[in-house]
């Protein structure tokens, strides 16, 4: 079973930087895409950014100039550069990876644990 292992949260001050990272702990087959989720307390979970294997990127409106996902196909890795943090963005955030076979329209997911961000005023 792959394990989406999560690191890089933590606590920050508003208008500060987080980076958070996520690999895969084998490889995923047929893989799509990798992404960010964020729940916050009392909240159901949404999108923050998810990007292809192809590269193209997506970003929830909220964090569009400040937030930059980056991917890595070979090792089934994605990063989140977290900048000009504001306290909304505080919640667990739970890395993503979305696959399913090539002649399927079927897709899965894996998920993270899940990282604590919480961002101060």
């Known amino acids: 079973q792959v394990q989406l292992v999560e690191s890089g949260g933590g606590l920050v001050q508003a208008g500060g930087s987080l980076r958070l990272s996520c690999a895969a702990s084998e490889t995923i087959s047929g893989p799509r895409a990798m992404g960010w989720f964020r729940q916050a307390p009392g909240q159901p979970r949404g999108l923050v950014a998810t990007?292809?294997?192809?590269?193209?990127?997506t970003y929830a409106d909220s964090v569009k100039g400040r937030f930059t996902i980056s991917g890595d196909n070979a090792k089934n890795a994605v990063n989140l550069h977290m900048t000009s943090l504001k306290p909304e963005d505080t919640g667990v955030y739970y890395c993503n990876a979305e696959y399913g076979a090539s002649w399927s329209s079927l897709l899965y997911n894996y998920w993270g644990q899940g990282t604590q961000v919480t961002v101060s005023s």
């Open positions: 990007i292809t294997t192809g590269g193209t990127a």
